[in-house]
């Protein structure tokens, strides 16, 4: 007889004890020397009288998960990983408000220490990443603020640091892409969780939400053959964007595609044709691609989309094969219900970030597994 398989649960069991709390101890440390120690009735001796970056996560400075913020960016090369706020919605057709993403998902975000039962991880303890702030984008102005989120995004990945990047609108997949492509020596496959495909050349007369692949596979090292897209349909003008994407060969599997090959098998074919001659891979993520029922704040909510649990376990087995960076995009907070669609933004990412550390493509500090 087969050895029973462990289940998720007992090896949440397992790995929890396998746990550092070196950094935990730090932050207390820091709290305690900065803000000074709590007035005398507080028995928790961890606790300081002002909060510092041990906080509830209802006060305090929000940065993502409460990692550290970096000042002085010329020193992100020495970090593995950063998140990047790229507050832009100028390219949105519809609802906008994505510009509040970043500060929406960050504070969703807080709600987390960094610890993950089921995943056996403490991103904290584990991954060395800081959150360098927002990019500084220009409200008024496509192009600049595309060359503002190219040049940082440019300033972080040359660095050699994993770039995590928080929308804004999906146009910031474009400017993103030059980046990446410009320090990057072989073929970028990218995969494309969303209900739209974004592939218009232009919306209007401009570049928007709906044209980033458009523009990014021109790049002549990010071909269209490796880009895949999944969770596309729904009844948002997609005729344009679905004439170039079957002239440049993208590959599209539908929410009902995916439902009925099952998440695992889906998970495969989008790794099958991203890697296809590739020698990276880049991660897009849309929330729009889960129903609104469970993702309302979103710019161009298009009902019939993934559930949560669908989405959260496609990320997570989409990344195991590693990846260049990331991108969450079109959280538009003032859309939003109750946080629902920033939480998930944020759950996205850790379990993305957790994934990379579990299969070996991101350093951990602490031995994992
Ligand atoms: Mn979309």
Redesign the pocket.
């Given at each position: 007889m087969a050895p029973e398989r462990e289940t998720e649960g007992e090896r949440g069991l397992r790995a929890e004890r396998q746990i550092p709390d070196d950094v935990w101890r730090a932050r207390i440390e820091e709290s305690l020397r900065h803000g000074l120690e709590a007035a005398e009735s507080v028995g928790n001796r961890e606790i300081s009288m002002f909060a510092r970056r041990f906080a509830p996560a209802y006060s305090g400075f929000d940065t993502f998960m409460g990692f550290p913020f970096l000042e002085d960016v010329r020193q992100v090369g020495d970090h593995t990983a950063a998140v990047i706020g790229a507050p832009y919605d100028t390219g949105t057709t519809s609802r906008p408000g994505a510009r509040y993403g970043p500060r929406g998902i960050r504070q969703a975000s807080r709600i987390s220490d960094g610890y993950s039962f089921d995943m056996g991880v403490d991103l904290a303890e584990a991954l060395d990443i800081v959150d360098v702030g927002d990019v500084f984008t220009l409200p008024g102005n496509i192009e600049k603020s595309f060359d503002q989120i190219t040049a940082a995004v440019d300033h972080v990945f040359s660095a050699g640091t994993f770039p995590v990047i928080l929308g804004g609108d999906?146009s910031i997949g474009f400017p993103v892409l030059r980046a990446l492509a410009a320090n990057t020596e072989g073929n970028i496959g990218i995969i494309h969780l969303?209900?739209?495909a974004?592939m218009n050349e232009r919306d209007y007369d401009d570049l928007t939400?709906g044209t980033p692949w458009f523009h990014a596979t021109n790049i002549p090292n990010v071909p269209a053959k490796n880009l895949v897209q999944v969770g596309l349909g729904g009844w948002m003008g997609l005729r344009e964007s679905i004439g170039n994407a079957r002239e440049r060969e993208t590959t599209i599997l539908t929410v009902d595609d995916v439902d009925t090959m099952g998440v695992e098998k889906a998970a495969e074919r989008a790794l099958e044709v991203a890697w296809d001659g590739a020698g990276a891979v880049y991660l897009s993520f849309?929330i729009?691609?889960i129903d609104p029922f469970a993702a309302p704040g979103?710019?161009?909510p298009?009902p019939g989309g993934f559930t949560p649990r669908e989405a959260l376990k496609l990320l997570r087995l989409v990344a195991r094969e590693g990846l260049c960076g990331m991108e969450v995009v079109?959280v538009s907070p003032p859309y939003d219900v109750a946080e629902t669609t920033a939480l998930l933004a944020s759950r996205a990412v850790m379990n993305v970030l957790a994934e990379l550390l579990l299969h070996g493509r991101l350093p951990s500090r602490y031995p994992i597994n």
């Open positions: 999906h969303d209900r739209h974004d939400h849309d729009d691609s979103t710019g161009t298009e079109e």
